[in-house]
């Protein structure tokens, strides 16, 4: 299973929004709603951000909101913070039923 | 509170072997299947091992099949994984994490550990 594709890096400025893509294949993203975001500090454990394509856990902020069409799936975080400058992570449920993937990560930057 | 807190990383040789363990806290620790997922420094997320809620049923990357064995108590609230045969590219940091379920079948994690680093060198 090949690791979902998201782009290295994005940035913005405060206040603004960015979106960070994640592309996969119709056996991970494509074909199931388990699609999940994780926001990473350094040297911190991964957080979910996002499960089910775009449901938020409680204490997530509204900013981050979550989507999906055909097999790539969008994280937006609007009104981007300084304290979102993380790594993010998306992960998919694959066809293969156990093993999930996870996409190739991405920085973002606050300007 | 909800925790993971992970132990036993450190640098072994290649060829060696190295228990990790995960002390859960805050859940009822028998309600959900627990996993290892791995990161090598600077780099992106590799699911290792999965346990379902009673330890009957176990998943492995196929990069660790036959080498790692998971493991659970119950009773300690303990999630283990017992690795063999340690290659140079097993070196990564080692999360626990939490199944959505009391099964293997993916939906997401949370929460998920620190880590504990385990280095495999010469």
């Known amino acids: 299973q090949s690791a979902l594709t998201q782009p290295a890096s994005v940035s913005g400025s405060p206040g603004q929004s960015i979106t960070i893509s994640c592309t996969g294949t119709?056996?991970?993203?494509?074909?199931?709603?388990?699609v999940t975001w994780y926001q990473q500090y350094p040297g911190k454990a991964p957080k979910l951000m996002i499960y089910?394509?775009?449901n938020r856990p409680s204490g997530v902020p509204d900013r981050f909101s979550g989507s999906k069409s055909g097999n790539t799936a969008s994280l937006t975080i609007s009104g981007l913070q300084a304290e979102d400058e993380a790594d993010y992570y998306c992960?998919?449920?694959?066809?293969?039923?156990?093993?999930?993937?996870f996409g190739t990560g991405t920085k973002v930057t606050v300007l | 509170e909800v925790q993971l807190v992970e132990s036993g990383g450190g640098v072994v040789r290649p060829g060696g072997s190295l228990r990790l363990s995960c002390a859960a806290s805050?859940?009822?620790?028998?309600?959900?299947?627990m996993s290892w997922v791995r990161q090598v420094p600077g780099k992106g997320l590799e699911w290792v091992s999965g346990v379902n809620w009673n330890g009957g049923s176990t998943g492995y990357a196929d990069s660790v099949k036959g080498r790692f064995i998971i493991s659970r108590d119950n009773a300690k609230n303990s999630l283990y994984l017992q690795m063999n045969s340690l290659r140079a590219e097993d070196t990564a940091l080692y999360h626990c994490?939490?199944?959505?379920?009391?099964?293997?079948?993916?939906?997401?994690?949370?929460?998920w550990g620190q880590g504990t680093l385990v280095t495999v060198s010469s």
């Open positions: 119709s056996s991970d993203v494509g074909g199931y709603k388990y």
């Open positions: 805050g859940f009822n620790f028998d309600d959900y299947g």
């Open positions: 994490a939490r199944y959505s379920s009391s099964g293997l079948e993916y939906n997401w994690f949370d929460p």
């Open positions: 089910e394509v775009s």
């Open positions: 992960s998919s449920f694959t066809s293969s039923s156990i093993p999930p993937v």
